[in-house]
C-alpha cells in the first residue's frame, strides 16, 4: 500500500464498492478498497453468479423430462450432487480471480485486505492480517453490503439449517429441503432444487408468492413450482423450528408439521451497518439503512454510501449505478440519478422481470393509467419453442402512450425487460415504440405488439397519428388521375 491521502477510501469490494473504485481510477484518480473477504461481494461469491450456475442445470433438467412436447423422448435427470456443487464452485472461481485479477492490474487501485472503520470524516482504520493500518482520503464511500436475516425461530446451531451463503458453497445437494420465504430469493432455490428433483417444501407468510411484485408474477411461479413437484403453503408463519441428528422439523401456524433433510431460510437481508464506526462520525441509520441524495451522498460531507446499505432495493446492478454515481460525484463530475427506473429479474422457469410501478401504483400517481397485455401464446417463436407460458403486461398512459411500467413472464424475461427500462429512462412513449421495427421471429416481439395495441385504442379514440386532408382510397390504382388508370 503507497503513503498519501487518497481521492476515495471505499468500504467494501462488491458491484458498488469496486464501481467506486473503477470509476475514480479512470477519472485518474486514486483508490483504496477495503475488503476483508473476496472482490466481488456477495453477489458473485454467494449470491446472484453461483444461483445462476445453479439455474442453469435446473433448466437443464426441467428441458429433458419436458422432450414429449417437442418429439424427443423424455429423460429423467440424474443428478450428481457433488459434481453439481463443484461446477457452481467452478464458475464463481472462475469469475472471482478475474475479478481480482482486474484489480490487482489497476495500479490506481489499491486493494486492502481486512475490517474497516471509520476514525473520522476522512480515516479509516483498518486492521488486517498483518495488524492495523490507517488510510485517508478526501471522500469514504460505504458499500459494505447486506447479509441474510436469521430470524429467532431457526436453530442456527445446527449445520442443517442454511441461509443461502451456506447453500451456495455446500460440498453436496440436500436429500430434502424446506425453504422458509416466498420472495425472489426462496423462489429461485425452490426452483433449483424442485427441477433437479429434490423433494422440496417452500413457506410464505403472505397470501403470495413474490411480494411485492405484481400478483401475477407471484401465480406464475406458484403454478411453475407445482409442476416440477415443490409443495407451496402461502399464508403459513413458522410457529416453531428444531433440528436433529436426522433432519429438521417445523411446525406451522395451522399445525402442520413438515420434515426435511435440511432448511434454507430466505426471509431477506439485511444492511452490514454495524462495526463501521458510523457513531463516530455523526450518522445513524433510518429504517436499517444509510439515507442519502441523488448523488449517493450521507448528511456527512465527503461521506458517500452506496448499494444494498444505502438502497431497500437490494440489487447488484442498481449498487453499481450507485457506485458509478457516487465516483463522479467525488471527481468533480456532477452526475444525480434519481433511481426511478431500476429493472429486477427473478431467475425462476419462466422467468419474471419487471421495470416501474403496477397498475395500481400507477393509479395513485397518474390520472389515465391503462394495461396493456400480450400472450406468448399468440407469439411465433415461442411457439416454436414450445414455450407458450407468460406474456407482457404494460401499464402507460392511456392517451400519450407514456409508459408507467411492465411486467415481462416468459423465457428470457430477464433480458428483455430493459427495452422498457430505455423507454422509462429515455422519456418515450408506447407509439415511438411501435415505430420501432422488431426482429421476427423474436420472443422481443412482445414489446412490439403490446405498443401495437396501444396504437390501436389510440386510433380508435383519434388521439394517434397525423390525418391526411383528403384521405387516400386503400388501392393505389384508386389515386390515379382518369385518365392513367386505362381500360
Not at 72 to 81: A, F, N, Y
Not at 246 to 260: F, I, K, P, S
Not at 307 to 314: H, I, L, N, P, S
Not at 345 to 357: D, F, I, K, R
Amino acid at each position: 500500500m503507497a503513503e498519501g491521502t487518497y481521492d476515495v477510501i471505499v468500504l467494501g469490494g462488491g458491484p458498488g464498492g469496486t464501481a467506486v473504485a473503477t470509476q475514480v481510477a479512470r477519472r485518474g484518480g486514486w483508490a483504496c478498497l477495503v475488503e476483508r473477504g473476496h472482490l466481488g461481494g456477495a453477489c458473485l461469491n454467494v449470491g446472484c453468479i453461483p444461483t445462476k450456475a445453479m439455474l442453469a442445470a435446473g433448466g437443464v433438467c426441467r428441458r429433458m423430462r419436458n422432450g414429449a412436447a417437442l418429439g424427443l423422448e423424455p429423460v429423467e435427470p440424474k443428478r450428481d450432487g457433488r459434481a453439481f456443487m463443484r461446477r457452481v464452485r467452478d464458475v464463481v472461481e472462475t469469475l472471482r480471480t478475474r475479478a481480482e485479477g482486474a484489480a490487482k492490474a489497476n495500479r490506481a487501485i489499491d486493494v486492502v485486505r481486512g475490517s474497516g472503520r471509520l476514525i473520522d470524516a476522512h480515516t479509516v482504520a483498518v486492521q488486517t492480517p498483518e495488524g492495523a493500518q490507517r488510510v485517508t482520503g478526501r471522500a469514504v464511500v460505504i458499500a459494505t453490503g447486506s447479509a441474510p436475516v436469521r430470524p429467532g425461530f431457526a436453530p442456527w446451531d445446527s449445520p442443517r439449517v442454511m441461509t443461502t451463503d451456506e447453500a451456495t458453497v455446500a460440498e453436496d445437494l440436500p436429500e430434502s429441503v424446506l425453504v422458509v420465504g416466498g420472495g425472489v430469493i426462496g423462489c429461485e432455490f425452490a426452483t433449483i432444487y424442485g427441477e433437479l428433483g429434490v423433494p422440496t417444501t417452500l413457506v410464505e407468510m403472505l397470501d403470495g408468492l413474490l411480494p411485492p411484485l405484481d400478483a401475477d408474477a407471484g401465480k406464475a411461479v406458484a403454478q411453475s413450482l407445482a409442476e416440477v413437484g415443490v409443495t407451496v403453503h402461502t399464508g403459513r408463519k413458522i410457529a416453531e423450528m428444531s433440528a436433529d441428528d436426522g433432519g429438521v422439523t417445523a411446525r406451522l401456524d395451522d399445525g402442520t408439521a413438515l420434515r426435511a433433510d435440511r432448511a434454507l431460510i430466505a426471509v431477506g437481508r439485511k444492511a452490514n451497518v454495524d462495526g463501521v464506526g458510523l457513531e463516530t462520525v455523526g450518522l445513524s441509520p433510518e429504517g436499517g439503512i444509510l439515507p442519502v441524495d441523488d448523488r449517493c451522498r450521507t448528511g456527512v460531507e465527503g461521506i458517500y454510501a452506496v448499494g444494498d446499505v444505502a438502497e431497500e432495493r437490494q440489487y447488484a446492478h442498481l449498487a453499481e449505478r450507485m457506485g458509478y454515481v457516487a465516483a463522479e460525484c467525488i471527481m468533480g463530475y456532477d452526475c444525480p440519478d434519481d433511481r426511478a427506473v431500476v429493472p429486477v429479474g427473478v431467475y425462476t422457469h419462466p422467468e419474471v422481470a419487471s421495470v416501474g410501478l403496477s397498475l395500481a401504483e400507477a393509479k395513485r400517481r397518474f390520472n389515465r393509467p391503462r394495461v396493456f397485455r400480450y400472450s406468448l401464446a399468440n407469439s411465433s417463436m415461442a411457439v416454436a419453442c414450445g414455450e407458450p407460458a407468460g406474456g407482457l403486461k404494460v401499464v402507460a398512459d392511456a392517451e400519450t402512450g407514456q409508459v408507467h411500467g411492465a411486467l415481462w413472464i416468459g423465457p428470457h424475461a430477464t433480458d428483455l425487460i430493459q427495452e422498457f427500462a430505455l423507454v422509462m429512462r429515455c422519456g418515450l412513449t408506447l407509439g415511438q415504440l411501435h415505430e420501432t421495427i422488431h426482429a421476427h421471429p423474436t420472443f422481443q416481439e412482445a414489446a412490439a405488439a403490446v405498443a401495437e395495441a396501444w396504437a390501436a385504442h389510440a386510433a380508435r379514440k383519434g388521439r394517434s397519428g397525423k390525418r391526411c386532408q383528403e384521405p387516400f382510397s386503400q388501392h393505389p390504382r384508386d389515386r390515379m388521375p382518369n385518365d392513367e388508370k386505362g381500360s
